[in-house]
Structures are given as structure tokens and as C-alpha cells.
């Protein structure tokens, strides 16, 4: 095929999709200015039938729920196969200390840097745990508050170098937590049906409206998700680090 | 569509165009971040706080430190193989 031949594919091509984009673009409804069927009636019926002034979590943790749970447990696969794959290159055991490449400068941080993050980082896993506590009031969520807790922890590996960061966080129990929260999850599912109920049936009780603690087992799945989120970020910033690292006394 | 709307998709489109113009990987992924940063701004703009909360999070914390992990680990391979 020539240039001269390709180029007029190109054209005819790009002339087709031009006139296909502009009889969509033409017969879409307006910016702003389509029905919402959907959220016009999530919006008048949950705040009476589950007592939560944020709708988003209302959807995402019991009308469909179910969709959650399996999205919850895609976050798990996603993070357990980065770990598998990271892993299987390094070994299962992780080292006992982190080791530096021979070469490698490893500058302190400068103490303004070190200050902000000291400051800054626990305020901003603070705000992630006000973000989870509130998630059926006021908008965000498990997710939303357990990305902002492991982003928090990131400021701490700024301020206090690897080394520091990584004794925080390398626990054994990061992993429990991890596949905890999404057990959790899908034992919120399940337990409603021991007791009669559909599969996440909110049995529990409503709350007050625009209380914390209001939606029932939506708190329940909700620390679910963000105990699961936060670990899940964690876990995948700190096998990512490790790979930086090349330790050698892996191998047992 | 207000004036803020407006200057906010023009924003998302320069920071995206940034995003494919910018040649050093590093600045690629710094280029990324502020796109997802104009992103969650637009998503504030449109009523949407839920999804403008997690684009900031994922967006311009957690997906630009991969790829600086990503690439700095293909740095440390580099030199031990010269």
C-alpha cells in the first residue's frame, strides 16, 4: 500500500467518523438538561425508607449493593495478583530490613520537609477517617476516605524516609485487614439470609436521619470497604517501594 | 453551561493534550497528576463530590507513585545490567 493510498483511507475514514460524531453530538440531549429518573427517585425515597441523607452511599452500599460486592472483591483480586506478581520475583518472605542499592545516594529529608509531612500527614489520615466515619451523611465514602488514610501514609514514608515508613506499615496484619474487610463485606451479604432475610437485607436499625451512625448495615459495609480500601493501598504502595529496593538476603 | 464549566473542560483538554505532548516520563506522570487534579475540579463543578474525592485520591496520589515507583525500578535494573 502506497503513502498516497493511505493517506486517502485516512481522509475517507476520518470523513465518516466526522459525519457519525456530528449526528450523535446533534441528537444528545442537552448539557445538563436530561431526566434523571433514577436519582429523582433515589432521591425521594431513601432519606424516608433508610433514614441517610447521602444518597451515593445510599446506591452504593444497599440498593446495589450487590454491585459493590463485586467490585469490592476486584479491588482484592487487583491487589492480590500485583502482590502475587511482585512476590514471586522477590520471595514470599519479606526481609526483615530494608536494603539499599549500592550507589544509590539516600538524601535525608530536609527538616522543612520532614516538619510539613509530620504535621500534615496525620491531619490528612484524620480527615480520611472523618470522610469513612460520615459516609451516610455527607458525600465520600469508604473508598473515597480509605485512598485519602493510604495517601496520608505516603506523607509519613516523605517525612520519615523509607525506613521509618516501612516499620509503620509492614505488619502482618496488613494483609488480614485487607481480605478482612472484603469478608466483611460479603458477610453482610450473607448473614441477613441466617436470619431470614434477602441476601443484604438491611435488617438493622435505620438511625436517625442525618445522624453519623445512621443506614443500618450500610456502616457495617461501609468500614468494610474501608478497611479494605486503606489496607489494599498500602499493601500495593508498599510492594511497589520494595521493588526499588532489590534485597538480596531474600532467598532462605 | 456556566463560565466555570467552560473553563474547566478547556483546562481538562490542555492538561490532557500536556499529559500526550510531555516526552520524559517523569514529567509525564507529573503531567497526569494534574490532569487528575483538573478532573476532580470538574467533577466539584458538575455536583459530583463522591467521584471528585476519588479521582483526587487515586488520581493524583496513588497512580502517579506507581508509575514513579515503575520507572524508578526500571532505572535500578538498568545500571546493575551496565
Request: hydrophobic residues 50%.
Amino acid at each position: 500500500m502506497t503513502h498516497r493510498l493511505r493517506l486517502a483511507g485516512l481522509v475517507v475514514s476520518l470523513a465518516i467518523l466526522a459525519c457519525a460524531l456530528f449526528r450523535i453530538a446533534l441528537s444528545m440531549p442537552q448539557f445538563g438538561r436530561h431526566p434523571f429518573p433514577y436519582g429523582q427517585a433515589i432521591n425521594r425515597l431513601a432519606p424516608a425508607q433508610r433514614h441517610v441523607s447521602n444518597m451515593v452511599s445510599a446506591v452504593t452500599f444497599d440498593y446495589r449493593g450487590f454491585d459493590t460486592l463485586g467490585e469490592e472483591f476486584m479491588l482484592v483480586g487487583a491487589v492480590s495478583g500485583a502482590a502475587i506478581l511482585l512476590r514471586g520475583f522477590r520471595g514470599e518472605q519479606p526481609t526483615a530490613r530494608p536494603v539499599q542499592i549500592p550507589g544509590r545516594p539516600v538524601p535525608p529529608p530536609s527538616d522543612a520537609v520532614m516538619l510539613i509531612a509530620r504535621l500534615i500527614g496525620p491531619l490528612m489520615m484524620l480527615f480520611g477517617l472523618d470522610v469513612v466515619l460520615h459516609a451516610t451523611v455527607t458525600p465520600g465514602g469508604g473508598f473515597q476516605g480509605g485512598a485519602v488514610i493510604a495517601s496520608g501514609t505516603l506523607l509519613l514514608w516523605i517525612g520519615e524516609g523509607y525506613r521509618g515508613w516501612r516499620s509503620i506499615v509492614r505488619t502482618w496484619w496488613l494483609d488480614v485487614v485487607e481480605g478482612g474487610g472484603a469478608l466483611g463485606f460479603a458477610l453482610s451479604g450473607l448473614i441477613p439470609l441466617c436470619f431470614g432475610g434477602g441476601f443484604m437485607e438491611n435488617m438493622l436499625p435505620y438511625g436517625k436521619f442525618r445522624d453519623m451512625l445512621s443506614g443500618g448495615l450500610m456502616q457495617i459495609e461501609n468500614a468494610s470497604v474501608a478497611l479494605a480500601v486503606a489496607a489494599g493501598f498500602v499493601l500495593l504502595f508498599l510492594e511497589f517501594l520494595e521493588e526499588t529496593r532489590a534485597p538480596e538476603d531474600d532467598q532462605q | 453551561m456556566s463560565l466555570l464549566l467552560a473553563l474547566l473542560f478547556l483546562l481538562a483538554a490542555a492538561a490532557g493534550t500536556g499529559v500526550v505532548l510531555s516526552r520524559d516520563p517523569r514529567r509525564q506522570v507529573m503531567a497526569l497528576a494534574a490532569n487528575g487534579l483538573v478532573l476532580g475540579l470538574l467533577f466539584l463543578a458538575l455536583q459530583a463530590p463522591d467521584v471528585a474525592l476519588s479521582e483526587v485520591a487515586v488520581g493524583t496520589a496513588a497512580v502517579p507513585l506507581l508509575f514513579l515507583v515503575a520507572i524508578a525500578s526500571i532505572r535500578t535494573d538498568e545500571s546493575r545490567n551496565q
